[in-house]
T-cell receptor, first 113, second 116 residues
Framework: QKEVEQNSGPLSVPEGAIASLNCTYS??????FFWYRQYSGKSPELIMF????GDKEDGRFTAQLNKASQYVSLLIRDSQPSDSATYLC?????????????FGKGTKLSVKP | GAVVSQHPSWVICKSGTSVKIECRSL??????MFWYRQFPKQSLMLMAT?????????EQGVEKDKFLINHASLTLSTLTVTSAHPEDSSFYIC????????????FGPGTRLTVL
């Protein structure tokens, strides 16, 4: 059973701080990793994807991947109240580009003004 | 770019009726579309994978005769919930995979179904 694990939270950080969201996955053959943000009552929206070990930065967001540890994280710098949402980690297995995404249950982030 | 629409955004129906939900990729061609269901405070659950021109692949436990999926073109997939019952009330979300960037799925805004 391929699994993606996330701490459900809520993770509470003050405005302006760095929010760190973590995700582990069980399938060692996983190739692609995604972070989605989902506001309450809305559908997920893609924030970032990462394929290679290391860091990938996009604006205030940095995705970090460590395949040896089967660990992927998302850092949000200068957190804003508008970042308050549930963040979903998704992993595509070794079925190539046609493999299904496996989603974690999400981490709820709350940014306090 | 990479916009996915769904229609309707919400629907209320009586028990026993059928409801059709459309999912369209507006600015790209999607060889594969996915249908998810999400109950309140629950994670996304993949229901089925829809490939253009072929039969959908359903996840274990999802009744293919109850949830009819048609993917007739590269920009349109439909999900029909047949003989809907109150337990089918949920948030149904589609996603489309851009064939130019086959690793990325883009989600539609979702359809909230309430069965009375």
């Amino acid at each position: 059973q391929k699994e993606v694990e996330q701490n459900s939270g809520p993770l509470s950080v003050p405005e302006g701080a760095i929010a760190s969201l973590n995700c582990t996955y069980s399938d060692q053959g996983s190739q692609s990793f995604f972070w989605y943000r989902q506001y309450s009552g809305k559908s997920p929206e893609l924030i970032m994807f990462i394929y290679s070990n290391g860091d990938k930065e996009d604006g205030r967001f940095t995705a970090q991947l460590n395949k040896a540890s089967q660990y992927v994280s998302l850092l949000i710098r200068d957190s804003q109240p508008s970042d308050s949402a549930t963040y979903l980690c998704a992993v595509r297995g070794n079925g190539g580009s046609q493999g299904n995404l496996i989603f974690g249950k999400g981490t709820k982030l709350s940014v306090k003004p | 770019g990479a916009v996915v629409s769904q229609h309707p955004s919400w629907v209320i129906c009586k028990s026993g009726t059928s409801v059709k939900i459309e999912c369209r990729s507006l600015d790209f061609q999607a060889t594969t579309m996915f249908w998810y269901r999400q109950f309140p405070k629950q994670s996304l659950m993949l229901m089925a994978t829809s490939n253009e021109g072929s039969k959908a692949t359903y996840e274990q436990g999802v009744e293919k005769d109850k949830f009819l999926i048609n993917h007739a073109s590269l920009t349109l997939s439909t999900l029909t919930v047949t003989s809907a019952h109150p337990e089918d009330s949920s948030f149904y979300i589609c996603s489309a995979q851009d064939y130019r960037s086959t690793d990325t799925q883009y989600f539609g805004p979702g359809t909230r179904l309430t069965v009375l």
